[in-house]
């Protein structure tokens, strides 16, 4: 928000430099981004600012308020003339083009002159043709005439990027006078937090300011010079939702001559960011800047003429089904069904809160206006902007909150803007609804309770005089408590626990945040009930980091075509099936995710235009729907994805070898084995919708399945842009896993006696699975076990059609001695028959 400091000076005496009320404003929560010079001078280059600075200082010799007395034609050129000006010592002749003086031209003496900005010779101003640049005015000819010094439209002088005109002031501008004297200015950027909604109007920063300084706060006169006949029986209101639209009052006035505003005005507005349109549309402007209450003025004759020509009646509703409305920037729009409108009899006027419609705008043939002053529905006005795609001034407050209070002081200050401004009648009274009024919170609480919040050991007495500052109705009881009741124009103070809290960051604002002293914690913390399983998580992930992992966290957030992307089918379920978001953000954001694997590869999609080797994993929850009215089940998952080429490149070359399903079945067992499962994982053939038959394996711990891994289906991995190497993914029950780790495990000392190696080879059928050879060499094993390696494969005649041949390194070793050859030959002969009977297997010689 664009804060003018002359504007806020009008509410608010405020001795402070610019730069002060700019550090001050931040301090009270209300950032200051950046502040823009307009003809105020500019701190030095070199200062140390925690804000942005831009703009051009107006020489006080150089630049005055002069009077233009006669307009003259140019003897030698068609588009430019001659102004007689006066600057306040002497006359002086200026060369210019400026196309609001050609109705002047030739009139003689102007009385009452026009009163205009001048720049003299020497002056520094902004160049209009050289964006960023400055030009000095020096005395040169033009077209024959000479001339050295310059009337200023408002881009030479940085206050906007009008230049077609030079600028009228108003009459009663003091000849002479520095012109930053009379409107030099600084323009503040203000960042508006949610909570800080009551200052998106002049007046609500400036009620911020005056209570840090303790100043008083002057409030705009919102009385009005009622003349016309009384509105009762000339319009009349009905709102049918209330939750909707709490509050809606309308005023009337009458014979209008439409213009420009006067020129102050105008100046205000374009310093925050509106441009001015006609006195009218300037006044409802003016005032939702001022007092943070947008507002929306009708033809009146239109609407009794769509009423037959009788008295309108404003109705409030929800749009029906298949309506329609062409709005002020002249699009048809078909509005949805939960959209507030501003209706009459027959039929919509404009969308509530957001822009109102072409048909009953204000126009130059406009003699009476129907001014509305309403509330609306915060979450209703925002989903019915961000599905237009309509963002407006008065959305931005609407969806933020704006009090019902300011409804009526807002109406009557408009309409008298209206009066002074275009010459009307107002008529008597208005017509205003109110049928949800706003109750504002009432908190009562201790100075005990401030002290435990903020560490500050504060009197009630001085903790009210901090609050009446911000306007709270506060009194202080005779047993010590305090209670305060929030101001009418407040939406960001609750009650209870949550109410004490915002009113000690009231508390806390005012008094300083820097003055506050450091404290120790005097509360006992509360209890971490999730602290153990978030251990096992981050030990799983730890133990991912060290095998060479990198973690990534995507959005939870996705639609069913993104997942189904991932899959052999492709085709995407219906949103029916998921948990689905009733406002998302985008469309392609609009369900919770029931898999980590889309976006994993998504992820490694993008990386793969600057890595060629990738190993990522994500440990996170999905979301699984349940019966209607219950929350989804939220397990977690850990999904892992490799990539590319075994090793990253070195200085001694590269390997070539791609990664394969080997790799990532590594990776697991070497996990399993890092977090010290009770017992080894398994693997056996499987199927997964988003990998290669036959490259697929279900992992398994004991006899609960894990999940599955394996290499990405080919028609798959074309819907994404990865290169030639194989993609490895897995996806696992992350609950089941970190479940699975136990709170002690048992740390053997490094044996004392050498291990016997051996290999043994076995013949088994092709079906047979490696791992359950594996578990039948570890059972028959038993204790004096301590590894078991596959080394070879081998399939070939000498050992038969559908055969294949394991070869497994196998150690044995004893803790208290060396084991003897009997020993060995011993444990082999019960490894032997143990392969035999559980997977058929022969000792192949």
């Given at each position: ?24 404003l ?22 140390r ?129 520095p ?75 009458e ?126 006005i ?16 609407y ?36 049928p ?11 100075p005990?309770?401030?002290?435990r ?60 945040y ?35 992992l ?26 029916s099936?998921?948990?689905r ?11 919770l ?41 939220e ?15 070195f ?23 890092a977090?010290?499962?009770p017992?080894?994982?398994?693997f ?19 006899d ?22 194989a ?87 004893a ?31």
């Open positions: 928000m664009k804060v003018p400091l002359s504007w806020l000076k009008d509410y608010v005496d405020i001795p402070l430099s610019v730069e002060d009320l700019a550090n001050l931040t301090s009270l929560g209300l950032e200051v981004e950046a502040v823009r010079y307009v003809g105020l001078p500019m701190p030095p280059a070199d200062a600012l925690d804000f942005k600075t831009s703009g051009l200082a107006w020489d006080p010799d150089k630049i005055v308020v002069a009077e233009v007395r006669e307009v003259l034609p140019h003897p030698n050129a068609d588009r430019l003339v001659l102004a007689r000006v006066y600057d306040g010592q002497a006359e002086h002749q200026v060369v210019t083009g400026a196309p609001n003086l050609f109705a002047y031209k030739g009139q003689g003496s102007l009385d009452p002159p026009l009163k205009v900005a001048y720049a003299r010779e020497g002056a520094v101003l902004l160049d209009p043709y050289n964006p960023g640049g400055t030009l000095r005015l020096k005395r040169r000819k033009i077209r024959g005439v000479e001339s050295y010094s310059m009337v200023c439209s408002e881009k030479e002088l940085g206050i906007s990027d009008e230049h077609e005109g030079i600028i009228l002031l108003d009459a009663d501008a003091p000849t002479g006078v012109l930053a004297d009379y409107m030099g200015d600084a323009v503040f950027d203000i960042a508006i937090t949610p909570n800080m909604a009551r200052a998106l109007g002049i007046l609500g920063v400036a009620r911020e300011v005056a209570a840090a300084l303790g100043a008083p706060l002057r409030v705009p006169d919102t009385a009005v010079v009622m003349e016309g006949p009384p509105i009762e029986g000339r319009a009349e209101v009905r709102i049918t939702d209330p939750d909707a639209n709490p509050r809606f009052a309308v005023g009337l006035i014979d209008v001559t439409l213009g420009p505003s006067p020129y102050e005005v105008q100046r205000r507005l374009k310093l925050a960011g509106m441009r001015p349109i006609n006195n009218i549309v300037d006044a409802t402007n003016y005032v939702m800047l001022e007092w943070g209450e947008p507002l929306h003025a009708f033809d009146y004759d239109i609407l009794v003429e769509r009423a037959g020509g009788q008295a309108p009646t404003i109705i409030t509703r929800r749009a029906r089904p298949g309506e329609r409305l062409t709005t002020l920037d002249g699009e048809e729009r078909v509005l949805p069904p939960y959209a507030v409108l501003v209706t009459d009899t027959a039929g919509p006027l404009s969308i509530a809160g957001v822009m109102g419609g072409a048909e009953s705008e204000v126009r130059p043939t406009t003699r009476r206006v129907l001014l509305e002053a309403a509330v609306w529905d915060p979450i209703t925002r989903r019915v902007s961000k599905a237009l795609k309509l963002t407006t001034e008065a959305a931005y407050r969806q933020r909150g704006v009090h019902p209070a300011l409804v009526e002081p807002a109406l009557l200050r408009a309409l008298e803007l209206m009066r002074r401004w275009s010459g009307g009648t107002v008529a008597q009274g208005i017509v205003d609804r109110y949800k009024p706003q109750r504002d919170p009432v908190n009562r609480f201790r005990a309770d401030i002290r919040l903020l560490g500050l050991d504060l009197t009630a007495t001085e903790i009210a005089n901090l609050l009446r500052r911000l306007e709270f109705r506060v009194t202080v009881h005779d047993d010590g408590t305090i209670e305060a009741q929030t101001p009418p124009h407040r939406l960001d103070i609750g009650e209870g626990v949550v109410g004490i809290a915002d009113l000690a960051e009231e508390i806390a604002r005012l008094y300083g820097d003055r506050i002293p450091a404290t120790r914690l005097a509360d006992e913390l509360p209890p971490y009930l999730g602290l153990e399983r978030a251990r096992r998580e981050d030990r799983i992930k730890d133990a991912l980091v060290v095998l060479g990198q973690e990534v966290i995507t959005y939870r957030l996705t639609a069913p075509e993104r997942e189904a992307r991932a899959t052999v089918a492709g085709e995407p379920r219906p949103d099936e998921y948990v978001l009733v406002n998302p953000i985008a469309h392609d954001r609009r369900v995710r029931q898999t980590l694997l889309p976006n994993l590869l998504e992820v490694a999609e993008r990386n793969a235009r600057f890595v060629a080797r990738q190993a990522l994993f994500e440990w996170g929850p999905v979301f699984l729907p349940r019966e209607e009215g219950l929350l989804p089940d397990p977690q998952r850990l999904a892992l994805l490799l990539t590319g080429p075994r090793e990253d490149d200085w001694a070359g590269a390997a070539a070898e791609a990664m394969d399903f080997y790799d990532l079945k590594g990776v697991l067992e070497t996990l399993a084995r977090l010290h499962l017992q080894p994982l398994r056996e053939p499987g199927e997964h919708p988003s990998m290669h038959p036959g490259k697929t394996a279900r992992v398994l711990l004991g609960k399945v894990l999940g599955h891994l394996g290499e990405l289906h080919p028609q798959v991995k074309a819907r994404y842009d990865f290169g030639p190497a993609v490895l993914v897995a996806e696992l029950d992350g609950c089941a896993l970190r479940d699975a780790l136990p709170d002690r495990f048992t740390l053997r000392p490094v044996p004392q006696f050498p291990p016997v190696i051996e290999d043994l080879a076995f013949v088994v059928d092709e079906t047979v699975p490696a791992a359950a050879v594996e578990d039948a060499i570890r059972a028959g094993g038993g204790a004096y076990l301590r590894a078991v390696t596959l080394f070879d494969v081998y399939r070939g005649q000498n050992i038969g059609a559908g055969k294949k041949s394991l070869a497994y390194r196998v150690a044995y070793q803790p208290d001695r060396t084991l003897s050859d009997k020993d060995a030959a011993r444990i082999r002969k019960k490894i032997v028959k143990r392969v035999a009977r559980e997977v058929g297997g022969v000792l192949r010689g």
